[in-house]
Nanobody, 125 residues
Framework: HVQLVESGGGSVQVGGSLRLSCVAS????????MAWFRQAPGKKREGVAA???????TYADSVKDRVTISHDNAKNTLYLQMNSLKPEDTALYSC????????????????????WGQGTQVTVS
């Protein structure tokens, strides 16, 4: 069973930066497709970024050029560096893991992730 624990959220001013972290149980990062999702109050959950086991990445258009997803296999940790934050980035951010082929891993809409963390809140004002 994969366990995921996020941290790094908080309140930040418009234009600020945050780095979210997601610590995974052993070997998860190197074997699973990993992704960040977010959900704002009253809105559907949306994919933010994903990274496959070979390091290929994809980003939602709404965050492209402002966000970087990365992972550190040695630390079993997934990261999401977010810059130039906007009020519309306010949401609960969750990391997810799934055994997905690359085409689905890098599809933020169709990818079906089996394991989810509890989330970390990001508020931009």
């Amino acid at each position: 069973h994969v366990q995921l624990v996020e941290s790094g959220g908080g309140s930040v001013q418009v234009g600020g930066s945050l780095r979210l972290s997601c610590v995974a149980s052993d070997d998860t990062i190197g074997r699973y497709c990993m992704a960040w999702f977010r959900q704002a109050p009253g809105k559907k959950r949306e994919g933010v970024a994903a990274i496959d086991i070979d390091g290929a990445t994809t980003y939602a258009d709404s965050v492209k050029d402002r966000v970087t997803i990365s992972h550190d296999n040695a630390k079993n940790t997934l990261y999401l560096q977010m810059n130039s934050l906007k009020p519309e980035d306010t949401a609960l951010y969750s990391c997810a893991a799934g055994l997905l082929v690359p085409s689905l891993c890098l599809d933020l809409v169709r990818g079906n992730f089996e394991f989810w963390g509890q989330g970390t809140q990001v508020t931009v004002s």
